[in-house]
Nanobody, 126 residues
Framework: QLQLVESGGGLVQPGGSLRLACTSTGSTLDGYTVAWFRQAPGKEREGVSCISFTTRSTNYADPVKDRFTISRDDAKNTIYLQMNSLKPEDTAIYYC???????????????????WGQGTQVTVSS
């Protein structure tokens, strides 16, 4: 059974950077599409970015384009989310999610992923 573990969250000032990591236990991430979602207080969980396994196709939500970069290191069994130029509105709990299928334009749907991590808190504040 695939279990996902996020790390790298914390408190950062506006304009700063953080790198989140998602790794797995129980099984490797080989063959899985992995996505990052986030949920801010009082808001619905939203898709942030996604990376497929075979073609390394990537997707980004409009609010994070040109600021966030998703990547994967198969040797380390880890997916990264590099977050630059952080804004207060990026404050949220960030979750990684995985599924065997890459859903293309529907990558941002919560229902597209069978496996979820527990989340890591990102707070952007001065």
């Amino acid at each position: 059974q695939l279990q996902l573990v996020e790390s790298g969250g914390g408190l950062v000032q506006p304009g700063g950077s953080l790198r989140l990591a998602c790794t797995s236990t129980g099984s490797t991430l080989d063959g899985y599409t992995v996505a990052w979602f986030r949920q801010a207080p009082g808001k619905e969980r939203e898709g942030v970015s996604c990376i497929s396994f075979t073609t390394r196709s990537t997707n980004y939500a409009d609010p994070v384009k040109d600021r966030f970069t998703i990547s994967r290191d198969d040797a380390k069994n880890t997916i990264y989310l590099q977050m630059n130029s952080l804004k207060p509105e990026d404050t949220a709990i960030y979750y990684c999610a995985a599924d065997r299928v890459y859903y293309g334009v529907s990558w941002y749907l919560n229902t597209a992923y069978d496996y979820w991590g527990q989340g890591t808190q990102v707070t952007v504040s001065s």
